[in-house]
């Protein structure tokens, strides 16, 4: 996919700007089929639209693209939409786009979750609620505008830097992007494969015995879930995972069949003591 129209049309400061401030529509439409899929595309439509208004084909086919899996911080997006836009806009191939838009994802989803949850929001809790035991009514108020005021100014600093970086990588290591994209590719394969072995739980419960009773003796019970950590350890969800991905890709089965066939297996293989 090359871009034919981004010779004559170029996207300004204020099509960036605009980009980023619709990063608040990232979980619209949030399913567990694609989660921020939808939203990503409805953020980056207006700079579609703009770029590939005249060729209709073109637009759908690039809203098509980004309506994929994505799951990222809606803080920290503007860097990664504002690098897609600046590697769109140099005529970049989607496909090289993609292996750079997915390896930031998992990233900036832990840096923003931890910055916006776990630092801001306890710090101007404390700041406010002490204000509000002290008497001052608009306390409620100050740590609502606190918060998103500074969230809003994270947003426009990582658009505005994500722009600058993604002109400056484009510039030095165009010819190198393929490569470039294939390691960020493999740098997302592998969060991926450590978040299947991290979270996805499967542990055989069967044991069986070994040699024969003697009197006096006691019997080896051999644990076929230790047997295979010793092999391999976290091999079944990684297998499973597997089976997911190829029934969907493969399959083209839904999200919500999988859940389906997830939870029947999950309680079947449970109460006939298969699984832990």
């Known amino acids: 996919m090359t871009g034919s129209n981004n010779e004559t049309k170029k996207l300004t400061t204020k099509d960036y700007t605009k980009t980023t401030l619709r990063a608040y529509f990232l979980q619209n439409g949030f399913n567990y089929s694609n989660y921020q899929g939808l939203g990503y595309a409805l953020t980056m439509f207006p700079a579609f639209k703009k770029l590939y208004g005249d060729d209709p084909a073109r637009l759908s086919e690039e809203l098509k693209d980004n309506c994929e899996f994505y799951n990222t911080n809606p803080n920290l997006l503007p860097f990664i939409t504002s690098i897609h836009l600046a590697m769109v806009e140099s005529g970049m191939k989607y496909s090289e786009i993609r292996g750079i838009k997915m390896a930031l994802m998992g990233p900036l989803a832990g840096i923003g979750d931890s910055l916006s949850q776990f630092c801001l929001a ?127 890709k493969k399959k083209h089965v839904t999200t919500y069949w999988l859940v389906l066939i997830t939870v029947v297996l999950g309680v079947l293989l449970s109460v006939l003591g298969g699984l832990a």
Do not use: H
């Open 122 to 248: 306890p710090l101007f809790s404390t700041i406010f609620a002490s204000m509000a035991m002290d008497g001052m009514s608009f306390a409620p108020l100050g740590f609502l505008f606190a918060m998103n005021f500074v969230l809003l100014g994270i947003k426009m600093v990582m658009g505005t830097y994500g722009r600058k970086l993604g002109t400056s990588m484009i510039d030095k290591l165009s010819e190198k992007m393929g490569v470039i994209s294939d390691a960020a590719g493999m740098i997302g394969v592998t969060v991926i494969a450590g978040l299947a072995a991290t979270f996805v739980k499967m542990k055989v419960a069967l044991t069986f015995a070994a040699g024969e009773v003697q009197e006096g003796v006691k019997q080896s019970v051999m644990d076929i879930q230790g047997m295979l950590d010793k092999i391999a350890p976290a091999l079944l969800p990684i297998l499973y995972t597997m089976l997911m991905y190829y029934l969907i």
